[in-house]
């Protein structure tokens, strides 16, 4: 079984909608991170989390929203989806310990589409 | 801020071709350095990491070495197989080791 899963895997959904994208993690870290993958921009850091308590907005925090249920589980949600939010969406983990020097693990992805 | 900067693609080579893949990087202090690759329809995995000056990280018959002087992390392979057709990410953890920056990511296309 994969240590980082993501659903739904694709996602169509109309301007407006609100879409939630869910993260579940086997790994026992502690930090969460989602982000989103665009052509010619790499991977950008949207919110991360250091534990259930923690929050923190990424460089592109505006339009999103996120929920720490606990330890394993990140959820990311769109509470009105726009066209410009179609993107490849990744969720990944990494445990700070001494010496793991952030090294991430990624789930495969949601490609979301918004029309 | 912390940034990366990749060599732009796609770079398209035969079977057996020497590879490499430039990435620099402006930051603040001493980050550690990754390369990830990311399969067609797959997320991204570690390829490689080096932690310090002049280390050399090293996996799948790729190598990059952290070049403090120069500010760089280049990816290099001695002979590219079709199956090495992927997209390659540079990033850099940031100086407090909680985020990681990313280049924007060369797509690498072997022909056999």
């Known amino acids: 079984d994969a240590d980082v899963t993501q659903t739904p895997r694709n996602r169509i959904t109309k301007t407006g909608k609100r879409i939630m994208l869910e993260c579940s993690q086997t790994k026992g870290h502690d930090r969460m991170y989602w982000y989103r993958q665009d052509p010619g921009l790499g991977l950008r850091l949207i919110y991360y989390s250091f534990d259930v308590k923690d929050i923190n907005k990424g460089e592109i925090s505006d339009g999103y929203s996120v929920s720490r249920q606990a330890q394993a589980k990140f959820s990311l949600s769109l509470e009105s989806a726009i066209p410009n939010q179609t993107a490849l969406y990744f969720c990944?983990?990494?445990?700070?310990?001494?010496?793991?020097?952030?090294?991430?693990?990624f789930g495969p992805g949601t490609r979301l589409t918004v029309l | 801020g912390d940034s990366v900067t990749q060599m732009e693609g796609p770079v398209t080579l035969s079977e057996e071709a020497f590879l490499t893949i430039n990435c620099t990087y402006t930051a603040t202090g001493y980050p550690s350095l990754f390369w990830y690759v990311q399969y067609p329809g797959e997320g991204l995995q570690l390829l490689l990491k080096a932690t310090k000056a002049d280390d050399k990280g090293s996996n799948k018959g790729f190598e990059a070495t952290y070049r403090k002087e120069t500010t760089s992390f280049h990816l290099e392979k001695g002979s590219v197989q079709v199956s090495d057709s992927a997209v390659y990410f540079c990033?850099?953890?940031?100086?407090?080791?909680?985020?990681?920056?990313f280049g924007a990511g060369t797509i690498l296309r072997v022909k056999s």
């Open positions: 990944a983990t990494s445990d700070f310990a001494q010496g793991s020097y952030n090294e991430q693990f």
């Open positions: 990033a850099l953890s940031d100086r407090n080791g909680n985020k990681l920056v």
